[in-house]
């Protein structure tokens, strides 16, 4: 699995026109799964999001995590963080997870978060759907977390 995470002031999700879900300060969340991904490796991924300490401290210093700063969380399903670009000009999405598993691993990783921070500090977009997601990144700062390799290796940034 992939978390593109970015540290945003705002964070919304809109789709047809509706806003679905909103965040003040926090993390967006674009979550890839690929094949071969678990449901423990969406816990894993979900713990790591939490205790990653990328908010600044009173001296200035990226050492505050989304629950210190009492932050909340978009995640938006993004199966293209799993496009393959290295022949041609068309990506390729071998790799990515297929609909249904990914669905279930997606919603995994959602619920991880909801058991750690509450159901109001972690908002959605709609899995598979268009959406219109817009991100006032705070920094910025953008890390990806991944757990390719597997559990048994080191989740790695």
Do not use: C, F, Y
């Given at each position: 699995m992939k978390a593109l995470i970015q540290r945003v002031k705002r964070g919304s999700v809109t789709i047809e026109g509706s806003c679905i879900g909103e965040i003040a300060q926090g993390y967006v969340v674009l979550l890839g799964v690929r094949t071969g991904d678990t449901a423990e490796d969406a816990r894993i991924l979900a713990q790591r999001t939490i205790k990653l300490r990328i908010f600044p401290d009173a001296q200035d210093r990226m050492n505050r995590s989304?629950?210190?700063?009492?932050?909340?969380?978009?995640?938006?399903?993004?199966f293209t963080l799993y496009a393959d670009t290295?022949?041609?000009?068309?990506?390729s999405f071998i790799r990515a997870g297929d609909p249904d598993v990914a669905r279930a691993l997606y919603e995994e990783y959602v619920a991880a978060l909801r058991r750690e921070l509450g159901d109001t500090r972690v908002q959605t977009g709609q899995f598979g759907a268009a959406m219109e997601?817009?991100?006032?990144?705070?920094?910025?700062?953008?890390?990806?977390?991944?757990?390719?390799?597997?559990v048994g290796r080191r989740l790695s940034m």
């Open positions: 989304v629950e210190d700063v009492h932050g909340a969380i978009l995640v938006i399903s993004q290295r022949k041609g000009n068309r990506p997601v817009e991100i006032i990144n705070d920094g910025p700062v953008t890390l990806m977390l991944t757990t390719d390799g597997g």
